[in-house]
Structure formats: structure tokens, C-alpha cells
């Protein structure tokens, strides 16, 4: 997890920006460079994860170009072998370094080549700056005009530059921006749903997503799991654990006081064989790190706040205590198979437009939250459920068979995985929300603290002054000012609240979590 800076002009004062730079050390712990050309400036801030030496180091260089790339490219051995036969060489063993010569072979038409997560910026003497996303924007890139030069600026994070642009937005995913515009070169959401036959669907959502967690394993560095003893992080231990020869190291979280996930992740790791670590946290722990969570994440959102802390938590618990350097999630499965709240849907068309709505926003949200909390650790996060092919294929599944008419929400995953992959209580356990599943406590905890710092009469009169994305709830008004502080005037980098979708029966709600649905059940269990 590296961090990137571009800028279509220099800035004069290039010590201050050297020093907002710095703000991303966490993503690039191993070395910063820059490039400095007649007008534009790169600069790169290293995670060594691919091609350990020195050699490895960025910017790379070809002919007239330069370029910095937060990224990983899958399979890039095979595009290396095939560039090595049209004559280029390479220096390092780093997936990045390939790069430059598929632009030059390929222009922008490179980008439809890439099975990766990237965020890149790249500097063509002739042509100015590129700059490009992957198509569901896991690897995070930020933009805005300069306040001196009226010239575009690109980075990692928007802490970097928020105080030398006039505003942050956040870079479309599935874009390249060129010549002031930026242009779609992807679009995994807007397809026609084609696959309807069940055992095709089935083996394909099973050979898919062990395809795309096999991927990511391929590291230099040494890699770990995050394991909530849910459906989706177990999945990718047990796919990763057969594939393995030693014991894979996973690790899980939870509340001292009501940790709910903590003894279905041990029982997970139990039936795998993992080298299991638990880490335990308190009210106390969760309190004090609120703040500094807001401002790495640079969101208001509930959901995203509150699912960070026991990630951020666990996430500073491997940095300190281990030698990993990448971990393996379970984000992005809900958004494809379905959540608590979308039981609801009225419709398979109405399933398939929130899907979609929820995968083209998710840079926003879930990846968003993996993203900082894993980064500003100085690890790398990888995301299976993100794989393209995977993600292209479950969007393309008929939405009428990913609806909960089998009285178990994603009942195809579920299905696709049946055998010996996990206890069978486990493959069918009710989905809880990470935040709830780590303890109820903790939610209620920063439900408690909100209420004590505002009166009903502060509450609405704080409320008041923000005209996009308004307080509703103390707890919302916290999170809000807390923002503020870091990233004033910039709430419009987060669409809105993450919330069930308001217009269906049943989901009109004022918290975010499945805890307030009708349909929770057992999932608190």
C-alpha cells in the first residue's frame, strides 16, 4: 500500500508540500522520491510488497515517461514475458514496472488489460498528465484544482491536499483523466443479467473467487487474514488454507465485555488449522481512538466510523506485534449478494439497481474503510471479493436467484461452498454487522458518549449549520465535527450516509445497523 502525489504544475513553496507529503508516511514506510520535470511533479511514498530491492523503487522511468502506481497487477509475470519478447527489459521483479511499456505499446487502452487494484499517475512529456482508477476503486485516489497554479492535483489521500486545492474530490473509479477530462474506460454494474442456470452459477461464483484469492497471495512480503468468523472472511481463509502449506496466520477482535465474533472466528480457525491470534478491546480503547479513526478515514459516515474501530484496532495490533505486511479481507460480498436490509427489496429489478448503486459507490464506504485502517498501519489491503471477473460475473447472475427466497440471505455463496471449505454452522450463521459482531457494547458505548456531549437544544442547533449530509443523530453530530476539524468544508467527498435504502417497506430507519431491522434475528447471536 504505497502512496502517490501528482501535480500538473509545480508548486512554488515544494517544501510545504514535501511536508503534506509526509501526512501518508503510514502507506509508504520504505523510502520517498520525486520527480521533478519542466512542469509537472510526481512523487511516491513505498510499501515494499513486490520486488523487495531497491530496484523496485519508484518513479519508473521509460523513454519519455515517468510514473508512480499504488497498485497490484495480477498475472503481470505473463504481460512481463510477453513485453520481454517485443524487447524491453526491467530492472526489478516489481508488478509496477511493467507499466510504462504497456503504455507504450498499448496506450490508454492499457487500462482494459489490467486484472489489478491501482491507483496511477503518469507523466508523458508530450501529452501531459494521466492519471487513472481501477474499475471499483479499492487502491484510493483523490483530486482538486490548486489554489495557486488553477492546475489539477492528484494523491493517495485527500489529508494531503486539502489545504493546497480548492476542493477534494474523490477519483472516479474505472476513469483515466486526460487533458482535463476523464474518460470511462470500465463499467462492471452496467450489465444485462444473462447467467440463470443454478449449477453453472454455482460452480462458477466457487472457481471464481478461489481464482481471485489464490491472486493475492502472490507476495514478496509476508501475508495475513482478518477472520470475523463470518461467511465472507472465512471463505477466503479456508480457500487460502488449502492452498497453503503452513498454517495461515489469521486474527480476529472483539469487545473484553460481549465480542461475538471472537468464538465463531475460533471456531473457524479451529476447523482450519490456523495460527489464531485474538486481540481483546475495551470501551476505553475505542473512545480514544475516535478521532484519530475520523481523521484517517476522512468520512463522516456512521457505518464506515463505526465498523473502523475494531478494524483499526486489530489492524495497529499486527503492525506492532508482527512481521505481516499484507492482509486478505472480506469486504465487498454484501454489496454483491445482499444484506440484512436488502431482504426487503420489492424486486429483483429493485435488487439489481441497489447493487449496483452500492459497488459503484462502495469506494466511499467498505473500501474506503479497509483501505485507511489497514494503510495507516503501514500494511496492504487485499479484497478476493473484489476480483474483477468475480465481481463482473455475480453482477451478470439473474438478481431474481440472489434475492432471499431460500430464508437465508446470500444463499448462492453459501451454496457454491458447500462441503468441507467450513463448519456447516458456520457457512449458514446469520450475517452481523462488524461493528455489532465485535460487541454490541461498543456501538452502544459510542451511542452513550454522543448523547453526553450535546443537549437536545445543541443538538439541533449544531445540526442546523450543515446544509449537506445533516446531523440526525447526536452520534452523527460527533462524527461530523470531528470531520470538520480535519476536512472542513469537504463533506460532499462522501456521497451521503450509508443507510438502507429508505423507499422499501421495512427499511425506513435512523441507524445504520441491521440491529434495528425487523429481520436481525439471530444475526446478534
Known amino acids: 500500500m504505497c502512496s502517490i502525489?501528482?501535480?500538473?504544475?509545480?508548486?512554488?513553496?515544494?517544501?510545504?508540500?514535501?511536508?503534506?507529503?509526509?501526512?501518508?508516511?503510514?502507506?509508504?514506510?520504505?523510502?520517498?522520491?520525486?520527480?521533478?520535470?519542466?512542469?509537472?511533479?510526481?512523487?511516491?511514498?513505498?510499501?515494499?510488497i513486490m520486488g523487495l530491492t531497491i530496484e523496485g523503487m519508484q518513479p519508473f522511468y521509460h523513454e519519455d515517461n515517468v510514473i508512480v502506481c499504488n497498485g497490484e497487477i495480477y498475472a503481470f509475470r505473463k504481460l512481463k514475458k510477453e513485453l520481454i519478447s517485443k524487447g524491453y527489459t526491467f530492472k526489478s521483479d516489481s508488478d509496477c514496472e511493467i507499466l510504462l511499456p504497456l503504455y507504450k505499446e498499448y496506450g490508454l487502452d492499457m487500462f482494459d488489460l489490467l486484472d489489478a487494484e491501482f491507483a496511477m499517475i503518469i507523466y508523458d512529456k508530450k501529452e501531459g498528465i494521466i492519471a487513472a482508477r481501477d474499475p471499483i476503486g479499492i487502491r484510493p485516489l483523490y483530486y482538486g484544482i490548486s489554489k495557486e497554479t488553477g492546475k489539477y492535483v492528484f494523491a493517495s489521500e485527500p489529508k494531503i491536499i486539502v489545504e493546497i486545492v480548492k476542493h477534494v474530490y474523490p477519483f472516479p473509479p474505472g476513469h483515466y483523466f486526460k487533458d482535463g477530462h476523464f474518460i470511462r474506460y470500465a463499467d462492471l454494474t452496467d450489465v444485462k443479467p444473462i447467467h440463470k442456470d443454478m449449477d453453472d452459477i454455482l460452480f462458477n461464483i466457487h472457481d471464481k473467487l478461489e481464482k481471485g484469492v489464490l491472486k493475492r497471495l502472490d507476495s514478496d512480503a509476508k501475508v495475513g487474514f482478518l477472520l470475523s468468523g463470518?461467511?465472507?472472511?472465512?471463505?477466503?481463509?479456508?480457500?487460502?488454507?488449502?492452498?497453503?502449506?503452513?498454517?495461515?496466520?489469521?486474527?480476529?477482535?472483539?469487545?473484553?465485555?460481549?465480542?461475538?465474533?471472537?468464538?465463531?472466528?475460533?471456531?473457524?480457525?479451529?476447523?482450519?488449522?490456523?495460527?489464531?491470534?485474538?486481540?481483546?478491546?475495551?470501551?476505553?480503547?475505542?473512545?480514544?481512538?475516535?478521532?484519530?479513526?475520523?481523521?484517517?478515514?476522512?468520512?463522516?459516515?456512521?457505518?464506515t466510523i463505526r465498523a473502523s474501530m475494531g478494524m483499526y484496532l486489530?489492524?495497529?495490533?499486527?503492525?506492532?506485534?508482527?512481521?505481516?505486511?499484507?492482509?486478505?479481507?472480506?469486504?465487498?460480498?454484501?454489496?454483491?449478494?445482499?444484506?440484512?436490509?436488502?431482504?426487503?427489496?420489492?424486486?429483483?429489478?429493485?435488487?439489481?439497481?441497489?447493487?449496483?448503486?452500492?459497488?459503484?459507490?462502495?469506494?466511499?464506504?467498505?473500501v474506503l474503510r479497509a483501505d485507511r485502517c489497514?494503510?495507516?498501519?503501514?500494511?496492504?489491503?487485499?479484497?478476493?471479493?473484489?476480483?474483477?471477473?468475480?465481481?463482473?460475473?455475480?453482477?451478470?447472475?439473474?438478481?431474481?436467484?440472489?434475492?432471499?427466497?431460500?430464508?437465508?440471505?446470500?444463499?448462492?455463496?453459501?451454496?457454491?461452498?458447500?462441503?468441507?471449505?467450513?463448519?456447516?454452522?458456520?457457512?449458514?450463521?446469520?450475517?452481523?454487522?462488524?461493528?455489532?459482531?465485535?460487541?454490541?457494547?461498543?456501538?452502544?458505548?459510542?451511542?452513550?458518549?454522543?448523547?453526553?456531549?450535546?443537549?437536545?437544544?445543541?443538538?439541533?442547533?449544531?445540526?442546523?449549520?450543515y446544509t449537506f449530509a445533516r446531523p440526525f443523530t447526536k452520534e452523527s453530530l460527533l462524527y461530523r465535527e470531528i470531520f470538520e476539524k480535519y476536512y472542513k468544508g469537504q463533506a460532499d467527498m462522501v456521497k451521503d450516509f450509508w443507510m438502507p435504502n429508505k423507499e422499501w417497506k421495512g427499511c425506513d430507519v435512523k441507524d445504520p445497523s441491521a440491529r434495528v431491522l425487523s429481520n436481525y434475528g439471530l444475526s446478534g447471536k
Open 5 to 48: 502525489l501528482g501535480l500538473e504544475e509545480k508548486e512554488s513553496d515544494l517544501r510545504k508540500l514535501a511536508t503534506l507529503f509526509a501526512r501518508s508516511d503510514s502507506r509508504g514506510p520504505d523510502g520517498t522520491r520525486f520527480y521533478e520535470g519542466d512542469h509537472a511533479l510526481l512523487g511516491f511514498k513505498r510499501l515494499a
Open 374 to 465: 489497514i494503510s495507516s498501519n503501514s500494511l496492504e489491503a487485499r479484497v478476493p471479493f473484489g476480483d474483477l471477473d468475480f465481481v463482473k460475473y455475480v453482477m451478470e447472475i439473474d438478481p431474481a436467484l440472489k434475492m432471499n427466497t431460500y430464508g437465508k440471505g446470500k444463499f448462492l455463496l453459501r451454496k457454491a461452498f458447500e462441503g468441507d471449505y467450513l463448519p456447516q454452522d458456520i457457512l449458514y450463521r446469520e450475517k452481523a454487522a462488524f461493528s455489532d459482531a465485535v460487541g454490541h457494547s461498543m456501538v452502544d458505548d459510542l451511542k452513550e458518549y454522543a448523547e453526553s456531549l450535546y443537549t437536545d437544544l445543541e443538538f439541533e442547533e449544531l445540526s442546523k449549520k
Open 314 to 366: 486489530i489492524c495497529k495490533a499486527i503492525h506492532k506485534d508482527t512481521d505481516i505486511r499484507v492482509l486478505l479481507t472480506g469486504e465487498i460480498s454484501d454489496e454483491l449478494f445482499g444484506y440484512k436490509y436488502t431482504d426487503f427489496a420489492p424486486s429483483a429489478e429493485e435488487f439489481q439497481k441497489e447493487a449496483k448503486k452500492r459497488i459503484d459507490e462502495i469506494h466511499m464506504y467498505d
Open 230 to 303: 463470518g461467511l465472507d472472511s472465512s471463505l477466503v481463509c479456508s480457500i487460502a488454507q488449502k492452498h497453503s502449506k503452513e498454517p495461515i496466520e489469521t486474527f480476529a477482535i472483539g469487545m473484553k465485555k460481549d465480542a461475538i465474533d471472537l468464538k465463531y472466528a475460533k471456531e473457524v480457525a479451529e476447523y482450519l488449522h490456523t495460527n489464531h491470534h485474538e486481540i481483546i478491546i475495551t470501551k476505553e480503547d475505542v473512545l480514544s481512538s475516535l478521532e484519530e479513526v475520523i481523521s484517517i478515514l476522512g468520512t463522516y459516515d456512521i457505518t
